[in-house]
């Protein structure tokens, strides 16, 4: 993709004032997080903040983490993509996370049960087997997950930046790497939570005036009738078949429910809160940061197309004849857009802004992994507990190790697809059987071992979501493609929803065939 | 149904709420971060004085 916008008259507004803006941010941002080591005495420190987090640092920190450049990047392409009716993702996350704050589903009893892990409460549960299973399934997952974080960030930084050089990409996201790690491996959750509320702080204020010199330089008649014309009906109406469809939008009510209570990345956040009062609060508040981290992208995407579209030359190389979006180019057309309409001076905050993003994103992310790699699937092995000591050196070497892994990733994968479909599809490897074994081992008094083991192994199948693995399974789904009349890959909301009613099917029927010979769910209560 | 107009009205709103969540969350949040520090700092000088304390029980 090596388009040269300055040679077509679109040079970037990016100067060196905004260089100097963002590299002085960035070394602020790195040394407050190193300064901050020295608060660190224990493990429960280093991954939860000593469960200190009050509620409007809880919330910041956990809608700093949740709005990172890579969900800006990846909700702006989809925007980009579809249009105003990209906004139901973004309601159904809002609504879904005020249910959880309001009736505590799932975030509550977890946080009563104190435990930092998701696997961990596999364990408490359903046994030490199913916390191992679960902590592998959920590390991989998440991994996964954040593996084409870097190649978003970095196209980020060539869009806003005018760079086309692949070289300059790959210099780029290794120093950016290198930073996060230095600070997350030093400073830990404590760190964490502090750089989150400054990027909170910095982004939240920046995504509001950039919205607003949107408006004023396209006009909302404008980006209302440009979409109109692109995209008819399918661009407003979320259940138009020629979009999103039904399906599109059941899965993302269940990809909002899982981003805020069952993806470990938000529920460390719940179990990082002081109270359990706090935890439904924070909940409650976030919704509304649920719901703008994806609709303030959506609407950057919109207005990306809506500049694009009006010109004829950028209409030729972003979009194609028939109007549909490229999906390498799209994922670049917000920052190409943004580039060109910010002024010299706020483009760098902006971009300093969604740098410290970028980075608090993998910081929490290489954190949380880590933290799983490092409690759920290596200190269970040991019969004798492992020292703070050694939890802490554990978690930092794996923080290291994931983060070489996505460098790596982020350079090799081909993304065949949109970025969000990527992300939803691979961490649903995941929280589809997450999701079974957190609803029903909570609730319901008989789901069993047997039960959890079943929904578990069900998730993997999420992976034919991924459009390179539906090429490899051709052979395998080019009849059931037949069968139902599809055209090109399967939509992974279907896949999705169908893999999710598998688990929740398999772990009734497990549960109800092989009950366990003892009853858990007592120890459980005890706890409580 | 009109989505032009439910999309807009929705994209205003959330604008203005997330106006107001910002700074209620802005000022809120640096009083937290004072409060944590100060916790963390005592947490730290009793961990000092009683060396015995490792850490919270491990699960």
Known sequence: MDIDFT??????????????????????????????????????????????????????????????????????????????????????????????????????????????????????????????????????????NMGMFLKAGSLFVTGVTGMTSEFHLKIVMTVLLCMVLLYTTLGGMVSVAILDYIQFVVLSFSLLFASVMSIRHLGWGNIVDTVTREMGQSGFNPFDEAGFGWSYVLWMFFMGLVSCAVWQTAVIRACSAKSTGIVRRIYMLSSVGFLIRFLIPYFFGICALVFIANNPT??????????????????????????????????GIISAGMLAAFMSTHD???????????????????????????????????????????????????????????????????????????????????????????????????????????????????????????????????????????????????????????QIMNSLETQE | MDWIKIWTFFFFLSLALFACLSIVVTIGGFFNIRSLFKDLSAARQKAERSPAGDDEKQR
Request: aromatic share 12%; net charge positive.
């Open chain 1, 7 to 144: 040679s077509l008259g679109f040079g970037t507004n990016f100067s060196i004032l905004d260089w100097c803006i963002v590299i002085g941010y960035l070394i602020a941002i790195v040394s407050i997080g190193v300064y901050i080591r020295k608060y660190i005495a224990s493990a429960t420190d280093f991954m939860v903040a000593g469960r200190g987090l009050k509620t409007f640092l809880a919330i910041a920190t956990m809608i700093g983490t949740e709005l990172g450049l890579v969900t800006v990047m990846y909700s702006s392409q989809k925007g980009f993509t579809g249009g105003f009716a990209a906004f139901h993702i973004a309601f159904a996350a809002a609504i879904v996370t005020l249910f959880v704050g309001i009736t505590g589903f799932i975030v509550v009893p977890l946080r009563r049960l104190k435990v930092m892990t998701i696997p961990e409460f596999y364990e408490v549960r359903f046994g030490r087997d199913i916390r191992i299973l679960g902590g592998i399934i959920l590390a991989l997952s998440g991994i996964l």
């Open chain 1, 314 to 347: 950028l209409k030729g190389i972003f979009l194609s004849a028939d109007g549909k979006a490229n999906s390498d180019l799209s994922l670049t057309a917000m920052p190409f857009y943004l580039s060109q309409i910010l002024p010299a001076g706020f483009i």
């Open chain 1, 364 to 518: 929490s992310y290489l954190l949380c992994w880590s933290s799983v790699l490092t409690q759920d699937v290596v200190a269970p092995w040991f019969k004798k507990d492992l020292s703070s000591n050694a939890r802490l050196l554990l978690t930092r070497i794996f923080i290291v190790a994931i983060g070489i892994f996505i460098l790596v990733w982020g350079l090799w994968y081909p993304l065949e697809q949109d970025l969000w479909d990527y992300m939803a599809i691979s961490g649903a490897i995941y929280s589809i059987g997450g999701f079974a074994l957190l609803a029903f081992g909570l609730y319901w008094k008989r789901a069993s071992r047997a039960g959890a083991y079943l929904a578990l192994i069900a998730g993997f199948l999420a992976l034919l979501g991924l459009s390179k693995v539906q090429q490899l399974c051709s052979p395998l789904l080019d009849p059931i493609k037949k069968r139902f009349e599809i055209e090109g890959d399967i939509p992974s909301a279907i896949i999705g929803l169908t893999v999710l009613a598998l688990a929740i099917v398999l772990m009734i029927v497990g549960s109800l065939l092989l009950p366990d010979k003892k």
